[in-house]
């Protein structure tokens, strides 16, 4: 174990089970997950993330089909335009995720892609005991984290999905993990880590947070060549972001990192500018002196960083508070989210209650309570006395939370803090350390604390069936409850760090077995809603395609709908994203050409009638619960 602080641990966590069993029994949860998992579309990011497999595993191309028929060239596709040859659309989404992903889909179609993120999984977890045993010195708490990870946070809603959340988790570990190494004077394994992060830009664009943070890091909290290792990374980072890079101008013949490019204000690239430029000024000043000077922070150093956040406040003030409020919604209430207009699917009830898809929507203490663990580490850091290893995950944690706080996000659509999974290993890691700590401290049983955390797992169960009264009491009971016990835990903790006592410690350690159980039953929650919505959502697909032509062209705005009809022969276009004479033109092709042409759901119904091409809705059988179907007039004879 490495740093300058040692905790007591000894019998603490004493392992009943071997890390070789307990990964079995992992593995096998897993896979049997896998199994049974519905396999439906949640939101729209999926749709383009199953296009893009699709086309790289059956075609080797980067860019996916939309239409094809003669004198239809690609229209403008929400998350995806038009790329050449005619007729294709690019997805703003990274590249080398469609490489990656292309055996799988082969194989198994569109399971293949949950299965992906199945294997992530294990290798986060794999990865999350890598570091924890590097952490904690301590086989016992690196299981204990492992355990945390995967029963008591949302980390289990991202494996049995679409979204590449998990594969960039295990990159994410994997660096850090070389990090350590580094760290020790390690020149191959910096090299490693830049080249990994750049290359792994290529499936997630925030993977470069890590750099500034790993070079941070080592300045900081390092000893030996710093310099030499920073620059290293910094350098293997800019040739493994050649990757990225090459694959962008492969699909599209432009020379850019980065090719999000859409409506949404939270994507908005330029708006990062701000935060750039300070990352660039941090990365030049921390290569440029020796800043371990400033650790511990002692009193004259705390009134420089006061004096240097208050002339931010007064150059800069709509900038700082919406960092500020970012930070807020996006680790503490997401009630106080202000851009509803931002996103889809996300908004405000007739009681006030923002939602999502009509479920609760929840940052990260309404998910995991116990997060307020981190507050010694945090603490231990300020005082220059952290663990070089618990520094790490700090400051990795920080800039992930940092980037997507900054712009005020949405933290991802979905029930959680979707873009703050990165944080879950890391917080868990921490926990399971104080966790060990607060039980030694307080000579508290640990028999005591699982007490604790099936009380509070069957507490939070019970008020998940309170939920069924419905509004106005469904959402507050859904994300309140914990927060009081967050706030509980660290009023504990608070009070053991100004008067350390055996009770307090005892105290501390009870509140965070309850939080625990908690934030499981709230993780496992999560994950049956999520499930469920898509089981539905497959159910649906299979009803609308059977009603339509394998070959039909559909205006629709629930391209998820519609995903796996796609890659069959199916034709989509979003409608009323572009200019009327050429959604026309496509018709008119389609038309000539003898396919049949519908539009579908609410919007594209309206949408339908605006244009006067279209007949009235088909009447649908009741099970069919995303809108009507209206056929064009002038479609062949033959269509439905």
């Not at 890590?210 to 910094?234: E, N, Y």
Request: proline share 5%; hydrophobic share 55%; with cysteine.
């Amino acid at each position: 174990m490495d740093g300058a602080q040692t905790i007591a641990r000894a019998g603490v966590f004493s392992a009943s089970v071997s890390a070789r069993t307990l990964a079995l029994l992992f593995a096998l949860a897993v896979f049997a997950g896998w199994i049974a998992a519905p396999g439906g579309l949640f939101t729209v990011d999926e749709y383009f993330y199953l296009r893009m497999a699709e086309a790289f595993a059956n075609e080797g191309a980067l860019t996916f089909r939309q239409f094809d028929v003669a004198g239809a060239p690609a229209l403008d596709f929400s998350f995806g335009n038009p790329a050449p040859p005619a007729g294709r659309l690019m997805a703003q989404y990274p590249a080398g995720y469609a490489i990656i992903a292309a055996p799988f889909y082969f194989c198994f179609g569109v399971k293949g892609l949950s299965l992906l993120n199945a294997l992530s999984a294990f290798a986060a977890l794999a990865l999350t005991y890598k570091i924890a045993r590097r952490a904690s010195g301590d086989k016992g708490a690196a299981l204990a984290a492992v355990a945390i990870l995967a029963s008591a946070t949302f980390w289990s809603s991202y494996i049995f999905v679409i979204w590449p959340h998990m594969l960039a988790l295990a990159i994410v570990l994997g660096v850090i993990a070389l990090a350590l190494k580094a760290g020790e004077g390690d020149s191959r394994a910096a090299i490693a880590a830049g080249l990994l992060i750049g290359a792994g830009e290529s499936v997630r664009i925030d993977m470069i947070a890590l750099a500034p943070a790993i070079i941070v890091w080592l300045r900081l909290f390092c000893d030996g060549k710093t310099r030499r290792l920073s620059l290293l990374v910094a350098g293997a980072t800019l040739v493994g972001l050649a990757l990225p890079v090459a694959l962008n101008w492969i699909r599209s013949g432009a020379f850019e990192l980065i090719s999000y490019d859409n409506d949404v204000a939270a994507n908005d690239v330029s708006a990062f500018a701000p935060l750039a430029i300070f990352g660039a000024a941090a990365f030049i000043g921390v290569l440029s002196f020796d800043c371990r000077s400033i650790f511990p922070l002692r009193k004259k150093t705390m009134i420089a960083l006061g004096a240097i956040a208050a002339l931010l406040c007064i150059a800069a003030p709509a900038t700082v508070y919406g960092a500020a409020h970012g930070f807020w919604y996006s680790l503490v209430d997401a009630q106080a989210y202000a851009h509803l207009g931002r996103q889809f699917n996300i908004e405000r009830t007739e009681w006030g209650w923002i939602s999502f898809y009509g479920l609760s929507k929840k940052a990260l203490l309404q998910c995991i309570p116990f997060a307020v663990l981190v507050f010694f580490p945090i603490r231990r850091l300020l005082g220059g006395e952290a663990l070089r290893c618990e520094a790490l995950l700090i400051v990795t944690s920080a800039a992930f939370a940092t980037l997507y706080s900054f712009n005020e996000t949405d933290s991802g659509v979905g029930l959680n803090s979707r873009f703050l999974l990165p944080l879950l290993p890391a917080i868990s890691i921490l926990a399971a350390i104080e966790l060990r700590a607060m039980i030694a401290r307080g000579d508290a049983r640990l028999a005591s604390v699982k007490t604790a955390a099936l009380t509070g797992a069957g507490a939070f169960l019970l008020l998940r069936v309170a939920l069924d009264a419905g509004e106005p009491w469904r959402t507050p009971i859904d994300i309140y409850p914990q927060l009081a016990l967050a706030g509980a835990l660290l009023a504990a903790i608070a009070l053991n760090a100004i008067r350390p006592s055996r009770q307090a410690a005892r105290a501390s350690a009870l509140l965070a077995g309850a939080a625990f159980g908690a934030a499981a039953a709230l993780g496992a929650a999560d994950l049956f809603e999520e499930q469920g919505f898509r089981a539905y959502s497959a159910e649906q697909a299979r009803l609308y395609r059977a009603a339509v032509p394998a070959d039909a062209l559909v205006f629709s705005t629930r391209p998820k709908l519609f995903a796996v009809a796609a890659g069959d022969g199916l034709s989509l276009a979003y409608p009323g994203l572009n200019a009327a004479e050429k959604e026309k033109a496509v018709i008119e092709a389609y038309r000539a050409a003898g396919r049949c042409v519908y539009a579908q759901g609410e919007k594209g119904l309206e949408w339908a009638g605006e244009t006067g091409l279209f007949a009235p809705p088909v009447a649908l059988r009741a099970e069919f619960s995303q809108g009507g179907l209206a056929p064009l007039r002038d479609n062949p004879k033959s269509c439905p």
